[in-house]
């Protein structure tokens, strides 16, 4: 366990730059849940995050789908519930629900019920809804692990990047997602289910620093920042519990509680066990015309076909997967 690094030193000096400091301020509240909600609490924030660049979505795709051009939201509607007049859907950690918008136009027949503690997100998102004429789909800011839901009311339970942000996933997934579902209702996920706190391992690492290596010095240049990004050297316990207690707090168990409790309808290995750390703060150079697309597109096979080979021998870090209640078989 690394408690503090050079990446969490460097880190603090991007965020003062990228967010300001009162992003920074926000993170000396005593109160945990203040500090997770004040990473999440925001409208948009400037950065570069590797899922802003479009080939990776279309790794992503083509992972899940088989297309590159096909979303998971859409496979997902064309291949699953589509034979009951009614779908109801529990969204957890939705945030701004994009995911939930689009799958609530693509399925008039779902309702759809977000959670999330982000009011001025949820309201961002209800905003879009009544643009689009969208009637199935509701909005609730409220505290997921104080509220009491309805038991055995949803036919699903969908998460969205919020899965690993709570803790004793196996209690979790009995106290909350399986009380709330119908004894043959269905858990989706397209989650991070990798090591806790972000601890990866000495050969993750250092394959991350063989993909930098791999990127043209110029292109390396942290956003915002006179900055290079020449090496990654791992997350810390410490900053990661004061920027966010929640984050990958129990995250290793998100894929071993599953199967516990659920059968695999269909689960999709979505990798990313390099390109999150690669890209994070230097995606930038990769979206636009920045550099010629032939090069880009050298560097973003070569780094793809590393975490292609990494991932012959690790688990996926991310997972797109569908799963019934075991004893369940109405999918």
């Known amino acids: 366990?690394?408690?503090?690094?050079?990446?969490?030193?460097?880190?603090?000096?991007?965020?003062?730059?990228?967010?300001?400091?009162?992003?920074?301020?926000?993170?000396?509240?005593?109160?945990?849940?203040?500090?997770?909600?004040?990473?999440?609490?925001?409208?948009?924030?400037?950065?570069?995050?590797?899922?802003?660049?479009?080939?990776?979505?279309?790794?992503?795709?083509?992972?899940?789908?088989?297309?590159?051009?096909?979303?998971?939201?859409?496979?997902?509607?064309?291949?699953?519930?589509?034979?009951?007049?009614?779908?109801?859907?529990?969204?957890?950690?939705?945030?701004?629900?994009?995911?939930?918008?689009?799958?609530?136009?693509?399925?008039?027949?779902?309702?759809?019920?977000?959670?999330?503690?982000?009011?001025?997100?949820?309201?961002?998102?209800?905003?879009?809804?009544?643009?689009?004429?969208?009637?199935?789909?509701?909005?609730?800011?409220?505290?997921?692990?104080?509220?009491?839901?309805?038991?055995?009311?949803?036919?699903?339970?969908?998460?969205?990047?919020?899965?690993?942000?709570?803790?004793?996933?196996?209690?979790?997934?009995?106290?909350v997602v399986i009380k709330s579902l119908k004894p043959t209702g269905c858990l989706i996920i397209n989650e991070f289910v990798g090591k806790n706190r972000l601890q990866y391992s000495k050969q993750q690492i250092q394959y991350i620093n063989k993909a930098l290596k791999l990127i043209p010095q110029q292109y390396k240049r942290i956003y915002k920042t006179n900055l290079f990004k020449n090496n990654y050297y791992g997350s810390g316990v410490v900053r990661m519990i004061i920027a966010d207690p929640s984050e990958c707090v129990d995250s290793e168990s998100i894929m071993p509680a599953i199967h516990e409790y659920f059968e695999v309808v269909d689960e999709k290995a979505m990798g990313n066990n390099l390109l999150q750390s690669v890209f994070k703060d230097i995606a930038h150079h990769f979206v636009g015309n920045e550099m010629p697309d032939s090069e880009k597109q050298r560097i973003l096979k070569d780094i793809f076909q590393l975490e292609d080979d990494f991932l012959k021998s690790n688990p996926s870090d991310f997972v797109f997967g569908i799963y019934q209640v075991k004893g369940s078989h109405a999918v």
């Not at 967010?19 to 924030?45: C, H, M």
């Open 1 to 175: 366990m690394r408690l503090l690094t050079l990446e969490d030193i460097r880190d603090i000096y991007i965020k003062f730059h990228q967010r300001g400091l009162p992003f920074l301020f926000s993170k000396l509240k005593i109160d945990s849940y203040q500090r997770t909600k004040s990473a999440f609490n925001v409208k948009e924030i400037e950065s570069a995050n590797f899922w802003s660049i479009p080939e990776v979505r279309s790794r992503w795709n083509k992972l899940v789908t088989g297309d590159i051009n096909k979303t998971y939201e859409e496979y997902l509607s064309e291949n699953y519930f589509q034979d009951s007049a009614e779908i109801k859907v529990l969204a957890l950690g939705s945030g701004g629900c994009s995911h939930e918008l689009r799958l609530a136009e693509l399925n008039p027949h779902w309702k759809i019920d977000c959670f999330d503690f982000s009011d001025k997100l949820l309201s961002i998102a209800s905003g879009i809804a009544k643009d689009k004429g969208l009637r199935n789909i509701s909005f609730h800011a409220e505290n997921v692990l104080t509220y009491d839901f309805e038991p055995g009311k949803y036919d699903i339970v969908f998460f969205h990047a919020s899965l690993h942000h709570f803790e004793n996933i196996f209690q979790f997934l009995k106290d």
